[in-house]
């Protein structure tokens, strides 16, 4: 039965991840600290204790980590894997891109790999270039693996549910700056939804903006400060990129004209990149041309005022938006 | 003194399951050669020894992952070679449809959990299979073979260390056929004791020459026996002997003049052939191994030449469950 319980974004995964491990007993749980010490973030706090010996610690061994998911999960586990940063994630690309990808495309189907990789990503201050980058654009380049990226407590604990029931490996982004936040109301025990789809944050007329992962709570504010000038945005949160909900974005488009994309992510190559690239596929009428925001294409210092100056911040997309908003062609009398 | 001939028998088996093998090996080259079957190809002619003598030891819920010289491990697991080559000359009756090709072919229901073309990469694949295993109860052995060349790859170092720390049921077989791609192993090592690399690790490791069926049994035997009881991991350098190039086309200029024609007398067909003639078999029981599994090898062709063409319209299919 669902029932609303108040929980941080770390709780509500906690509380996924549990779940998983109670109503799925082909369920394992593991990663570097994950067992005994519940994970550097204390995400999987207690679930050793309570589901025993599919719940363990590994290895700092990513590549065996997630080959061995890859190979479990052909035999009827459905392996959990937690990377403790996505930076991480690039010692162990080839499982991830070689191997766990292509197992049910090349095999014909005979063989597939329901794995789940948890993983965390994104700026923090003081973080150093190892551990602050955002690199969801790498994975959604590769067919075959599905890549969500969840950031209030309800999404962290729907998105790991569908992301554990999916039968295709499926990466699941998280961000360490909103585990330990405000407790919320989330609601636990509820149905299990299938993979996709996206949130709508906001609705407006004058531009869509379309947003994924932590940097939307700054897009939220930016988007409220324009509004005390009467000018309004829909905004839509992704929090699936593979599979992406182009449809949702071009039916909003199709009303406001104009477009901007946010992301923590570099801009060059970002999957904005790719989304204003449908929208302008579609041949939809844009009144404005089409804007991205993003990481100003650089590597990521420690200093946080030097992170500040690169990475998109509030002001910044307010300004931006104002600019997309207000932008008419020249001779239409402005 | 002549052997029993439950003996005899026994060895016209194992030479009829090599030339089964090199059989198919030789006709993918022609195929190749003809340009029926295009892109890389990478034959065992040489090392088939290994495949037959390790997979008759294995059981039905065996998982085995090979390399992408991988062709004759597949026929020794069970694969038709009917299938095997269909999948080459990209027929909708091959293993896998035509998406894996002569390289990256598997076919899960003879537990040949597939080739892989990364060189190391499913070492780790193989680890998760005995992980499988420590939960589903069904006393699987998982096996990963993989060349002289992969194990200077991390991804096999990692694999072997997550198996002996968890005392997962991995058997490794490196099949030490002395060059890694084109380059000799011994120039890409300070220690060419390959099986020292395990022993480090806490796995037990035997060195056996693999053109000896019975050297490569009793090692394989002992480490089914060993990972089914749970006793973990084990390592089996095989040495051996590749004589042909490392693909198609290769021309083979770094071998040392004289290697190929000694190569050409140890090797375990050759060799096998020899052993039985000395004891006293018959050469036309010998030579009709060989015939036989031309004759196979010859339908399977035909066979596969005669299957429909995998059809386009299914090119996206399989991406996504």
Redesign the interface.
Known sequence: MPEAVKLNVGGAVNAALARCLEEMPETILYGEDVGKPGGVFGISRGLQKRFGDRVFDTPISETAMLGAAVGAASFGRRPIVEIMWIDFSLVALDQIVNQAANVRYVSEGRTTAPLTIRTQQGNSPGACAQHSQNLEALLLHIPGIRVCMPRTGQDAYDLVLSAVACEDPTVVIENRTLYAGAKEEVTIGGEILPIGGHRRRRDGDHATVVTWGSITTRVLDAVDRLAADGLTADVLEMVWLNPFDHSAVLESVRRTGRLLVVHEAARTGGFGAEVVARVVESGTVLLAPPRRLGLNDSRIPSAPQLAAALIPQTEQIASELREVIGWTHAGDGS | MSESPVAVNDRLRDLHAMWRIRALEEKVRDLRLEELIVGSVHLSNGQESIAVAACSELRPQD?L?ATYRGHGWAVARGVPPRNILAELLARSTGV??G??GSA??????FGF??E???VG?G??????????????G?G?V?VSVFGDGAMNQ??VT??M??AA?FGLGVIFICENNRYSELTPINDMVANPDLSQRATALGIPAVRVDGNDLSQVRTAMSLSVASAAAGRGPSFIEAHTQRIVGHYIGDAEQYRPAGELDADMIVEPIARLARELETAGVGRHAIDRCEARARDEIERAASQALADPLVDPSTAK?????
């Open positions: 998982a992952y896998n449809g998406r894996g990256h072919f598997s076919a899960p229901e959990h597939g892989n073309s990364i990469a070492a780790p694949t193989a680890v998760g299979a005995a992980l499988a295993a420590r939960y589903d069904s699987r998982a991390g991804a990692e694999a260390n997550f720390a299919e399989h991406l996504y469950a």
